[in-house]
């Protein structure tokens, strides 16, 4: 996972120093971790050189490990601080010790510890700032605390410490006395009745040592069992005899009772005591009872506790602490990246650049992808989120908007079968994504985890490298930013699911504005693709087919009704599928940018494109309705038109993957088809049963002259609508209506995100 800085201590503590003027930008919410071992705010100035108006105090100069003390950071009078840094270090190594508790002041890591540093949270005017401070109970040395305050944003102090403070190792816990059952035969096998607790042990939990309180045994409990519990290692039963004592071993974590016949309880937070019976008197084991649940933790999960019976040849009953079912306890590094991601949005714009999608997600906290970036000492520290737990999510550095010549950084939720998640570096050759062979070049410090669903990785770049001959000076040069989150395949990087670009350029040193690259064009291209194909052509189609012999007695300007409807849903479509095609091609810079990965949607909507082009000047070409080759023209108008619409149907089906939509959005799409083939069916058997009442052909298919001067071919047609008019009616009623809602739908998803959609409450599923 890259090089990481040892720690030596249990535990570390840590303060950050940096604050804001009232129209200066800073550190106004604390500094980050990078600035642990320098303790010096990165202002751009020097630090004063003046003794500092500002003191340290511990509460005592002696304590024991383990238990905690109070440091008091105060201002002299008059005077008061912004922002502050504090930590508590060995004076013989200079190693960070220790660990800080507050409530009210934002905690640090310091070289991979937890909590061991605190800073301030905003940048108020502070006089006087109390903290706790425990030492780590196997440390033994003297401690001095370190601090660093800021006054304005060029005026602050680093390096002021306070009186050293002398830290005894802890004292060893006493060992658990023996204790012994008896057995009272009745029958020719012992029986062990269940007793009250032999022993107590209490788990502190502030900073993860283990102090273990002895109780004596109840009178009447004769000693022959020994429980041993130590910082590391496994529980297990043993079967003790009186001249050969057996010591099982139990962690911290997982003491658990040794017993061969019961079980743990689940969301039990009190060891209940089982009264002692009568020896002599064998009895069922009690159930356990339920106490008062605690909740401890960053995210509130909780500890249990339960008291168990005795194995039935001995009887040693202990307090249990477990986890409930489904709720892992967090690793410190895992705890640590929980509550950095918690707060990654906190310094965007002030002591980090910050970049996500959707737009302006950075100020309503609400990014599906992330990436910030921040200098520090060794390079630049990127920090990259996104709501994925099996594929990645990406960041790039280009210098372009478009997909080619690009430095990518992943963050993978998962390595592989047998790995968790990790960082990787990789370079886009064109429009292909190749790992690099040294996947962690020139990367350092690197952390990743799964939280809470997303995929959550820190590390610090070089700030120069050289990839495929491209030399990225992320001092010098300004990059285009790109995030993306897709799925893995054994070889590296599939194709993205979704991605952003920045609009324009930025200086990684620098926190500068960064906006997204407009989608607009390309989200009006599949709005007017959706409009046109679903809506449009579909009610066009429906019209000329069926209602030809409908509305004959209200004929406008000499025409008949039908035609209206169809001239103006045809035209419809095809000035909105003319207009789609000429925004892609100004969005995709002609057809350079063109997705050589879905060539599927590219091709499908060229043809349906070119059919739907020629279709209009197809119907300015037809011959009279008289005329012998008139049945070729009908039957190559309705091919045309009807494989125009099919095919465009499935480029959108293609394209939806294209514009990062759910995948659920596919079912909306088979509901329309499935809708308008039950329409078609319907109206077809209506026509059928049309023309069975008027005993003569439907003419369905002819296309008559429309000018109004001829004489029709059928003259009862002229004043008269065919058998079944109303249900056409009716038919074309709910098929309008239902076709506008579908495509409502469809182009609701197309513009707005889904988690936008749960939010509004639209859709309930996951």
């Excluded at 008291?307 to 477990?322: F, R």
């Excluded at 990743?448 to 990839?467: H, K, L, M, P, W």
């Excluded at 194909?533 to 008949?560: E, M, N, P, Q």
Aim: proline content about 6%; hydrophobic content about 35%.
């Amino acid at each position: 996972m890259g090089r990481r800085h040892l720690v030596t201590g249990a535990a570390v503590t840590a303060l950050l120093l940096a604050c804001l003027s009232g129209t200066a930008s800073g550190f106004s919410q604390g500094s980050p971790d990078t600035t642990c071992r320098t303790m010096e705010p990165l202002h751009g100035v020097s630090r004063q050189i003046t003794p500092a108006p500002f003191t340290i105090t511990p509460s005592v100069v002696e304590i024991e490990g383990g238990k905690q003390m109070e440091v008091t950071l105060e201002a002299g009078q008059g005077t008061s601080f912004k922002g502050f840094l504090v930590e508590g270090r060995s004076a013989e190594t200079q190693d960070v010790v220790g660990t800080f508790f507050t409530e009210d002041h934002k905690y640090l890591n310091c070289d991979n510890g937890v909590n061991n540093a605190v800073t301030h949270r905003g940048p108020a005017a502070k006089s006087k700032v109390a903290i706790k401070w425990e030492p780590p109970s196997d440390f033994s040395g003297d401690v001095v605390f370190t601090g660093s305050f800021v006054q304005e944003r060029t005026v602050f102090w680093v390096g002021v410490t306070s009186e050293k403070v002398t830290v005894k190792r802890s004292a060893p816990a006493p060992p658990v006395p023996e204790t012994t059952t008896t057995t009272s035969t009745t029958t020719s096998t012992a029986s062990t009745p269940a007793v009250s607790p032999a022993s107590e042990i209490d788990l502190k939990e502030n900073a993860g040592d283990v102090v273990i309180n002895v109780v004596e045994a109840p009178s009447g409990v004769l000693k022959n069992d020994t429980s041993v519990v130590t910082p590391e290692g496994d529980s297990s039963p043993s079967s003790l005899s009186p001249t050969s004592p057996s010591t099982p071993i139990l962690t911290p974590s997982e003491v658990s009772t040794v017993s061969s016949d019961s079980s743990v309880g689940e969301g039990e937070e009190e060891a209940e005591e089982t009264p002692l019976p009568d020896i002599t008197t064998p009895k069922s084991k009690p159930k356990p009872k339920p106490g008062p649940k605690r909740k401890f933790g960053l995210l509130g999960r909780r500890r249990t506790t339960t008291t168990t019976a005795a194995p039935s040849t001995t009887t040693t009953t202990t307090t249990t602490t477990s986890q409930p079912k489904g709720e892992e306890k967090l690793s410190p590094e895992v705890a640590s990246l929980e509550r950095d991601l918690i707060n990654i949005y906190d310094d965007c714009g002030n002591s980090k650049g910050c970049f996500g999608f959707p737009a302006e997600c950075e100020t309503n906290k609400k990014c599906t992808m992330l990436v910030t970036y921040s200098k520090v000492s060794s390079g630049y520290k990127f920090e990259i989120v996104g709501s994925t737990t099996t594929g990645y999510v990406a960041a790039g550095l280009s210098d372009d908007e478009k997909m080619g010549g690009d430095s990518v950084m992943a963050c993978l939720a998962s390595a592989g079968a047998n790995s968790g998640p990790d960082v990787v570096m990789a370079f886009n050759n064109g429009r292909n994504n190749e790992m690099l062979v040294e996947k962690k070049y020139g990367l350092s410090d690197i952390q990743a985890a799964v939280v809470n669903g997303q995929a959550y990785c820190t590390f610090v770049r070089d700030a120069s490298t050289e990839i495929s001959g491209i030399v990225f000076d992320l001092d010098k040069d300004r990059f285009h930013l790109m995030v993306a989150t897709g799925p893995v395949n054994p070889n590296g990087l599939s194709y993205h699911d979704k991605r952003t670009v920045s609009s324009g350029t930025v200086a990684l040193d620098s926190f500068e504005t960064v906006e997204v690259r407009s989608d607009l064009f390309r989200t009006l291209h599949a709005c007017f693709m959706v409009g046109a194909w679903i809506c449009a052509a579909s009610c066009g189609i429906i019209v000329a087919r069926y209602f030809k012999k409908t509305w004959l007695k209200s004929r406008s300007c000499g025409i008949d009704q039908w035609f209206h409807l169809h001239r103006f849903f045809m035209g419809l479509t095809w000035s909105l599928v003319i207009a789609g095609v000429v925004l892609i091609l100004y969005y995709l810079n002609g057809w350079k940018d063109l997705d050589s990965r879905n060539t599927e949607h590219a091709i499908l909507g060229v043809v349906s494109t070119g059919l739907c082009f020629i279709q209009p000047f197809m119907a300015l070409c037809r011959c009279s309705p008289t005329h012998k080759r008139r049945p070729v023209f009908n039957w190559l108008h309705w091919f045309v038109g009807n494989s125009a619409q099919i095919l465009g149907i499935a480029a959108i089906y293609f394209g939806f993957g294209l514009i990062g939509a759910p995948t659920w959005v596919v079912f909306i799409l088979i509901i329309f088809v499935a809708f308008h083939c039950l329409v078609h069916l319907l109206l077809s058997i209506g026509q059928c049963i049309s023309d069975s009442r008027a005993e003569s052909s439907s003419n369905v298919y002819p296309m008559k002259e429309l000018n109004g001067s001829r004489t029709p071919l059928q003259p009862s047609e002229k004043n008269t609508d065919a058998p079944g008019a109303g249900f056409r009616k009716v038919m074309l009623f709910f098929y309008f209506l239902g076709n506008f809602l579908i495509t409502a739908a469809l182009l609701l998803v197309i513009t707005v995100d889904e988690k936008t959609l749960k939010e509004w409450g639209l859709i309930f599923w996951e």
